[in-house]
């Protein structure tokens, strides 16, 4: 930018500078953009801004005008006069002003807090340093690294786990490891509360100068205990007791540890992104489990002070920590367990199914492509195919796989990902699909009895921070046809045709609805329209237009689609052609029906969704542990 004088072709020395201020200021601006839309945090680029306003006051002193591109007159000739517009314009101003001025407290508050948080944390480090000045090795202190140099006569049995600490144990000398849950000072006292899983328990010191025979608690490793930054590894030993009154919020409350020694094994250095007692708050207000999910919204804290879904997912390591969290995925890996033991008892064989494919698993867009040595190649959306080779064709019989399954759909949804966990079971049948059924009703049914046997402290810990109701479930499983199904839908008022897919917020209804008329949340509804249902789908041989299909649902929510298949080359290629599928890119598959198949059928399980909807979590994402979503594939 150079300003020049009056029809002269140099600038003056006065214009020179006025240029090179002003391409400093534009060079700056331009560099804050960039870190803006880098997302880089304020700290690293309001520098920039402060040398950037103060090149604007000096541009300000030499020109006599604010730095700014010049306002172009025939716009604001157009500009609407008048007392009416005036006023209009001094409200806008006003709100503006408002806004910013609430943007600027809320920002200044946060800085506040991070710095109040940091200043606690060094206070914390410091306190903890000057402590370990002193040679109180063996009592208090940090603990070597442990890089396995050596290892005890009595191994790891020297720990106690803190889940088993009773009353009935009264003065025995424990030592136990854990998570520094929290840590107070009162007097020359200190009282700390250490997490090991769903567990916590008290530990207690006060300063002493100790009795004969006895070390005594120096005022050093007080300070020690009070300093160790939250979340640190520490080991406690001492003797256990009962309390005249029962310890509020610890789990392990008829007990509490007089500590004797307390040793930091691995010190927390970085400063909480969220505090544990915001992690594990319970929730306001039910959310809704249908519907979008909206990232941005989820990324800020939530209201009252709990943590949103998106930062906790940022920093997964430490919100799986909370209680609910450790119960949810207890209740995963149990689910998984049942649906193992339930299958094997019934002869079924556990099989592994390849993962990278040369073509869609189901003949469908929704795929993730790459590059296999030169030849195209999927992930598999499916074990669809290759179960039914090995159930129908290859004489197992009856098999199932516990795995992972790729959608490359852009679904941004509560109840959708990208990689989940699925469920697959694939058996023979003798007359009818129906002994599928029989026993995918069953299964579910030892699964529902399991958790409710085996994960009662678990279920209580979700339902203290995602209140939930008990799933209801009849001995002998609901079946319902979809024209049924469709007819109870039309009689509450909803629009649904016969041969029409349901909708989610049909689904949900229909869940609703018979929940209040059979009294349980899960059932099994076939006969699925042969137009809504995969090319490897047997028709119904009295209907062309339904098909040998069904889905299961929990809480009005599909949990498993399965059907009879189609073990005929001649039908498979026929239907796959209505699909559009080219036959030759399933001609495997086609080719392992030619050599003599079973009739056959099987389904396949969501494991992530069935334990939200047996939760009654809001969103799936709470159900994954390291969740792929369109927008999320770390960590």
Request: glycine share 8%; hydrophobic share 35%; with cysteine.
């Given at each position: 930018f150079i300003f020049l004088l009056g029809g002269g072709n140099e600038a003056t020395p006065s214009d020179s500078a006025i240029a090179e201020l002003t391409s400093q200021i534009a060079t700056l601006g331009a560099s804050i953009a960039s870190a803006k839309k880098e997302n880089k945090t304020k700290e690293e680029w309001d520098p920039l801004l402060k040398q950037m306003l103060a090149l604007k006051i000096e541009y300000k002193e030499k020109t006599g005008k604010e730095y700014g591109p010049a306002k172009d007159s025939s716009k604001e000739a157009t500009k609407p006069k008048g007392e009416d517009n005036q006023e209009a314009s001094d409200k806008n101003k006003e709100k503006r002003a408002k806004k910013a001025a609430e943007k600027a407290a809320r920002e200044e508050k946060k800085r506040k807090q991070r710095e109040e948080r940091e200043a606690r944390e060094r206070e914390k480090l410091e306190n903890l340093a000057k402590a370990s000045s002193e040679d109180w090795s063996k009592v208090f202190g940090d603990a070597p690294m442990i890089q396995s140099k050596s290892k005890s006569e009595e191994g790891a049995a020297r720990w106690t786990k803190i889940g088993t600490l009773a009353k009935e144990m009264e003065g025995r000398k424990v030592l136990v490891r854990g998570h520094l849950h929290t840590s107070r000072g009162v007097g020359k006292g200190a009282f700390v509360l250490l997490r090991s899983s769903l567990f916590t328990v008290q530990c207690v010191a006060f300063e002493s100068s100790g009795k004969e025979g006895q070390a005594g608690i120096p005022s050093a490793m007080i300070k020690y205990m009070t300093g160790v930054p939250v979340e640190s590894i520490v080991d406690v030993y001492g003797t256990l007791t009962v309390p005249k009154n029962p310890v509020e919020g610890a789990t392990q409350s008829n007990v509490?540890?007089?500590?004797?020694?307390?040793h930091c094994v691995h010190k927390a250095t970085a400063a909480m992104p969220f505090q544990m007692e915001d992690a594990c708050r319970p929730d306001l207000v039910k959310e809704t489990d249908v519907g979008a999910y909206d990232h941005e919204a989820n990324q800020s804290a939530a209201e009252g002070g709990r943590v949103g879904q998106e930062t906790r997912l940022d920093h997964r390591w430490i919100d799986l920590r909370t209680p609910a969290n450790q119960s949810i995925f207890r209740v995963q890996s149990m689910v998984c367990t049942l649906f193992r033991e339930y299958l094997l008892s019934q002869n079924f064989v556990e099989?592994?199914?390849?993962?990278?494919?040369?073509?869609?698993?189901?003949?469908?867009?929704?795929?993730?492509?790459?590059?296999?040595?030169?030849?195209?190649?999927?992930?598999?959306?499916?074990?669809?195919?290759?179960?039914?080779m090995a159930a129908a064709c290859g004489g197992f019989e009856r098999v199932f796989e516990i795995g992972p399954v790729f959608r490359a759909e852009n679904s941004n949804t509560r109840r959708h990902l990208c990689e989940f966990t699925g469920l697959d079971m694939e058996m023979a049948i003798m007359e009818h699909y129906d002994e599928v059924l029989d026993v995918l009703g069953d299964l579910f049914v030892y699964i529902f009895d399991g958790l409710k046997e085996r994960c009662g402290p678990e279920l209580e810990r979700v339902k203290e921070q995602h209140g939930f109701e008990d799933l209801q479930y009849l001995r002998k499983t609901?079946?319902?046809?979809?024209?049924?199904?469709?007819?109870?839908?039309?009689?509450a008022g909803v629009e649904q045709d016969d041969y029409e897919d349901l909708s989610t917020e049909n689904e949900k209804k229909l869940g609703d609805i018979v929940k209040e008329k059979y009294n349980t949340d899960f059932f099994i509804m076939d006969k699925y329209p042969l137009a809504v249902r995969p090319f490897y789908t047997m028709p119904d041989p009295n209907n062309p237009k339904l098909s040998n299909s069904y889905d299961i649902f929990i809480r009005g929510q599909e949990i498993l689609s399965g059907a009879q298949r189609i073990h005929e080359p001649t039908l498979?290629?026929?239907?796959?052609?209505?699909?559009g599928i080219d036959v030759k890119t399933i001609a495997s598959y086609v080719d392992s029906f030619r050599n003599g198949a079973l009739p056959h059928g099987g389904g396949g399980i969501g494991m992530e969704r069935v334990v939200m909807l047996y939760l009654g979590l809001p969103n799936i994402r709470k159900s994954s542990m390291f969740p792929r979503d369109p927008r999320r594939i770390a960590p």
């Amino acid at each position: 930018f150079i300003f020049l004088l009056g029809g002269g072709n140099e600038a003056t020395p006065s214009d020179s500078a006025i240029a090179e201020l002003t391409s400093q200021i534009a060079t700056l601006g331009a560099s804050i953009a960039s870190a803006k839309k880098e997302n880089k945090t304020k700290e690293e680029w309001d520098p920039l801004l402060k040398q950037m306003l103060a090149l604007k006051i000096e541009y300000k002193e030499k020109t006599g005008k604010e730095y700014g591109p010049a306002k172009d007159s025939s716009k604001e000739a157009t500009k609407p006069k008048g007392e009416d517009n005036q006023e209009a314009s001094d409200k806008n101003k006003e709100k503006r002003a408002k806004k910013a001025a609430e943007k600027a407290a809320r920002e200044e508050k946060k800085r506040k807090q991070r710095e109040e948080r940091e200043a606690r944390e060094r206070e914390k480090l410091e306190n903890l340093a000057k402590a370990s000045s002193e040679d109180w090795s063996k009592v208090f202190g940090d603990a070597p690294m442990i890089q396995s140099k050596s290892k005890s006569e009595e191994g790891a049995a020297r720990w106690t786990k803190i889940g088993t600490l009773a009353k009935e144990m009264e003065g025995r000398k424990v030592l136990v490891r854990g998570h520094l849950h929290t840590s107070r000072g009162v007097g020359k006292g200190a009282f700390v509360l250490l997490r090991s899983s769903l567990f916590t328990v008290q530990c207690v010191a006060f300063e002493s100068s100790g009795k004969e025979g006895q070390a005594g608690i120096p005022s050093a490793m007080i300070k020690y205990m009070t300093g160790v930054p939250v979340e640190s590894i520490v080991d406690v030993y001492g003797t256990l007791t009962v309390p005249k009154n029962p310890v509020e919020g610890a789990t392990q409350s008829n007990v509490e540890i007089q500590v004797e020694a307390f040793h930091c094994v691995h010190k927390a250095t970085a400063a909480m992104p969220f505090q544990m007692e915001d992690a594990c708050r319970p929730d306001l207000v039910k959310e809704t489990d249908v519907g979008a999910y909206d990232h941005e919204a989820n990324q800020s804290a939530a209201e009252g002070g709990r943590v949103g879904q998106e930062t906790r997912l940022d920093h997964r390591w430490i919100d799986l920590r909370t209680p609910a969290n450790q119960s949810i995925f207890r209740v995963q890996s149990m689910v998984c367990t049942l649906f193992r033991e339930y299958l094997l008892s019934q002869n079924f064989v556990e099989i592994h199914t390849p993962k990278l494919l040369s073509g869609a698993s189901e003949g469908g867009a929704d795929v993730f492509t790459l590059d296999y040595f030169g030849k195209p190649a999927c992930l598999s959306m499916s074990p669809q195919l290759h179960k039914q080779m090995a159930a129908a064709c290859g004489g197992f019989e009856r098999v199932f796989e516990i795995g992972p399954v790729f959608r490359a759909e852009n679904s941004n949804t509560r109840r959708h990902l990208c990689e989940f966990t699925g469920l697959d079971m694939e058996m023979a049948i003798m007359e009818h699909y129906d002994e599928v059924l029989d026993v995918l009703g069953d299964l579910f049914v030892y699964i529902f009895d399991g958790l409710k046997e085996r994960c009662g402290p678990e279920l209580e810990r979700v339902k203290e921070q995602h209140g939930f109701e008990d799933l209801q479930y009849l001995r002998k499983t609901l079946k319902i046809d979809y024209a049924t199904g469709c007819k109870l839908l039309r009689e509450a008022g909803v629009e649904q045709d016969d041969y029409e897919d349901l909708s989610t917020e049909n689904e949900k209804k229909l869940g609703d609805i018979v929940k209040e008329k059979y009294n349980t949340d899960f059932f099994i509804m076939d006969k699925y329209p042969l137009a809504v249902r995969p090319f490897y789908t047997m028709p119904d041989p009295n209907n062309p237009k339904l098909s040998n299909s069904y889905d299961i649902f929990i809480r009005g929510q599909e949990i498993l689609s399965g059907a009879q298949r189609i073990h005929e080359p001649t039908l498979l290629e026929e239907r796959a052609k209505a699909w559009g599928i080219d036959v030759k890119t399933i001609a495997s598959y086609v080719d392992s029906f030619r050599n003599g198949a079973l009739p056959h059928g099987g389904g396949g399980i969501g494991m992530e969704r069935v334990v939200m909807l047996y939760l009654g979590l809001p969103n799936i994402r709470k159900s994954s542990m390291f969740p792929r979503d369109p927008r999320r594939i770390a960590p």
